[in-house]
């Protein structure tokens, strides 16, 4: 069963980052929105879980802003996309990772 998740308002994507259960949408005005993999029934959430036994989560993301800053957030139950680093960059980046 395939579901759609629809843009708040008039805002436009930006960019994205996903992993195999993971994924993070940037939109336009720096608003960032995660979303985990419920592996019971296969639904992409807003809300964190919990991670099944053998499979892992990536506990950061960077998000590199268009003032040329980059921040560190947090994936973790509790501490969602709360900031840890802020560094200015000297060059625009060219990669994005989620971190295990």
Not at 67 to 81: E, H, I
Not at 82 to 87: F, G, P, S
């Amino acid at each position: 069963q395939t579901k759609q998740w629809h843009c708040p308002g008039l805002k436009r994507i930006e960019c994205t980052l996903a992993n195999e259960s993971q994924a993070i949408i940037a939109l336009a005005g720096g608003e960032v929105i995660y979303f985990e993999l419920d592996p019971i029934i296969g639904n992409l959430t807003e809300n964190v879980g919990t991670v099944q036994e053998g499979r892992s989560r990536s506990m950061f993301a960077y998000i590199r802003y268009q003032d040329q800053s980059m921040r560190a957030v947090s994936l973790a139950p509790g501490k969602l996309l709360e900031q840890k680093i802020l560094a200015a960059l000297p060059a625009w980046p060219h990669l994005a990772a989620l971190q295990y």
